[in-house]
């Protein structure tokens, strides 16, 4: 399964995660520099974390204008998958394909830390290692990571079941709903704002995140 990394001007998460599909998982893995407009080749897209374009205006709100993401658009419109971390999240939301908007923190600080995540559903290709309820730990990293949607969007998430992940116990940035992590309507764009490639080598003490792509991966070798 082949997996490419976009990367923008000020991404600084790309490394991290192609070092778990790469190394970790053994999967081809190549970095689309973000002026690429031909990404036919890939299985999966990841949007990873970091300060694309120094985060100017709103974070993500640049990037989603770059060359690359015309393509994004439609790779994920023809059902394929991508997943948009941290700031890929961001991004994503930005470029409508997924709803609602990440603003900033409740308390106006950038926030380092590790949070509890309750696996909202485990029925996604994405969450098929986990178990529904599952409380697992994620580092966080964000000084926009408070989810916000109007009423009306908030509730046609919630009813299509398009929450993934909610934070467990204290909620760090002021989510809506506690709202973590949410997919599109049909489940293959995902997004997230913890870093579950930040909790995928054991050696770091936590591999909760590697199950995210693990699961992802035998889903994909189950359909061909
Ligand atoms: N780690 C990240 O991707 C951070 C995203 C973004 N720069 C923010 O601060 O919210």
Redesign the pocket.
Known sequence: MKFGVVVFPGSN?DRDVAYVTRDLLGQPTRMVWHQETDIADLDVVIIP???SYG?YLR?GAIARFSPVMQQVVEHAQKGKFVIG????F?VLTEAGLLPGV?TKNRDLH?ICDRALVKVERSDLPWTQDYTTGEVITLPI?????QFYADAATLAEIEGNGQVVFRYEGENPNGSLNNIAGICDRQGNVLGMMP?PERASDAMLGNSDGLRLFQGLLEKVAALA
Do not use: P, R, V
């Open positions: 998460c974390g970091g300060f985060d974070c971390i941290c700031n890929g961001q990440l950038f990293a964000h000084g926009e990571g870093h």
